[in-house]
């Protein structure tokens, strides 16, 4: 690429496809990028490099899909009344043990680990007494982390639960029934989302999903489902180490938005 043929440096527009760029210079270069075409098609050519390296490391791990899992269903059938909506009216799907829990206890303390601290508040909700530095030290020992490499891989997500004692599944392509049946049932649910789907929710997001650039970058905890007595739709609680929230709740909508970025990833576990 010809530098002097563009309004985009070289190194500019790798760290765009990088995702490296703050919100404002990433929707400045995306907007630079739609005003030509052949930067807007080297773009869309890297987006689907990127899915299909993703799509080919996922199918790798035969144990995250929900062909082989079958995740234990609440609705019986021939039923006249749909207990999974029944349940949400009267009392919320929802993980009682997390309800005890302040801000100082949710905040993670380092940028990159969200996964690892949304384990540490699971354990410590079950009364397995472990600290998050405890918990990067071991994950660093077993490769399931490195500081400052983009966090822990989706495969890796649940291996610490698992160490502690507690049984583990991964899934993708999972649905918000079936987030809501494991919480029924007293599990433990993590997820991964794009946080700028849940954070900074506009404009620059739906550019990113019209690029198909979006991806997920953070891992929380599902603490609750529930039905807003005034609207009638269903709503979404969730417990982030990003922010420090132990119960904020988003639309159902923008949950999905967030949430489809990781192609439904979800961590179910229980002891």
């Known amino acids: 690429m010809d530098k002097k043929m563009y309004p985009i440096s070289i190194e500019r527009f790798a760290a765009y496809l990088d995702g490296n760029l703050d919100s404002k210079d990433m929707r400045d270069v995306f907007i630079q990028i739609h ?10 050519q890297n987006v689907a490099v990127d899915k299909d390296m993703n799509n080919a490391f996922y199918e790798s791990r035969n144990e995250i899909s929900l062909d082989d899992i079958e995740i234990p ?19 919320g799907a929802e993980n009682m ?3 005890q829990l302040t801000a100082d206890d949710i905040q993670q ?3 990159d680990t969200c996964a690892i601290k949304s384990q540490q508040i699971i354990l410590e909700s079950n009364d397995i007494e472990v ?22 891989s989706p495969v890796d997500v649940g291996n610490l639960l698992e160490n502690h004692g507690m049984t583990v599944s991964r899934f993708i392509h999972a649905s918000i029934d079936d987030i809501a049946a494991a ?14 789907e ?4 506009g404009t620059w997001e739906t550019f990113e999903d019209f690029l198909n650039s979006s991806g997920a970058d953070h891992a929380l905890i599902v603490s609750g489902i529930q039905v807003n007595p005034l609207t009638a739709e269903r709503e979404v609680v969730l417990t982030d180490p990003g922010t420090g929230e132990v119960a904020h709740t988003y639309t159902i909508d923008q949950f999905l938005d967030a949430w489809g970025d ?10």
């Open 131 to 152: 600290s998050e530095d405890e918990l990067v030290a071991e994950s660093i020992e077993n490769g399931w982390y490195a500081p400052g490499q983009g966090g822990t």
């Open 97 to 99: 043990s997390l309800g």
């Open 198 to 201: 849940l954070w900074n929710s």
């Open 183 to 196: 919480l029924a049932q007293g599990r433990h649910v993590i997820v991964g989302v794009d946080s700028g």
């Open 73 to 91: 269903q609440i609705v019986s059938e021939g039923s006249d009344i749909n207990m999974l909506d029944e349940f949400y009216h009267e009392k």
């Open 35 to 44: 005003g030509d075409d052949v930067l807007q098609q080297i773009a869309e």
């Open 109 to 111: 303390k380092y940028p």
């Open 262 to 271: 990781s192609d439904n990833f979800m961590v179910i576990a229980n002891i």
